[in-house]
């Protein structure tokens, strides 16, 4: 298993990767947007065998690292606004529950 680095090592590590892209969404350009990255990613999952060198990261967005990980992970698209609402029933639309039937 990877170590990653923890506290104030791994802050400054992410800041270092995010200002790579300059805090940009490196995936939104392609689809003609530009989006904040809130996420660094691992291009080769830590899971699936990949290392924690910044060669193998890229800044995401959310949406784009929802998708990302869907894919990488054989999930179906992602669902958007996950979360359980004070009711306990799920806030997403897409969410079974709450789609007309």
Same mark, same amino acid.
């Given at each position: 298993? =990877?170590?990653?680095?923890? %506290? ?9 990767? /995010?200002?790579? +892209?300059?805090? *940009? ?18 291009? =080769?999952?830590?899971?699936? %065998? ?7 990261t890229r800044n /995401?967005?959310? +949406?784009?690292? *929802? ?22 029933r799920p806030t ?7 789609r007309d039937r």
């Amino acid at each position: 298993m =990877v170590q990653r680095l923890r %506290g104030s090592a791994g802050v400054a590590q992410r800041k270092r990767r /995010l200002a790579r +892209s300059h805090g *940009l969404c490196e995936r939104c350009p392609d689809r003609g947007r530009t989006t904040l990255a809130v996420e660094v990613d691992h291009i =080769v999952p830590l899971d699936k %065998g990949g290392t924690d060198d910044d060669s193998n990261t890229r800044n /995401l967005c959310k +949406s784009c690292h *929802l998708e990302v990980t869907a894919e990488q992970f054989g999930y179906k698209a992602p669902i958007e606004g996950r979360g359980i609402g004070r009711s306990g029933r799920p806030t997403s639309t897409d969410h079974p529950w709450n789609r007309d039937r």
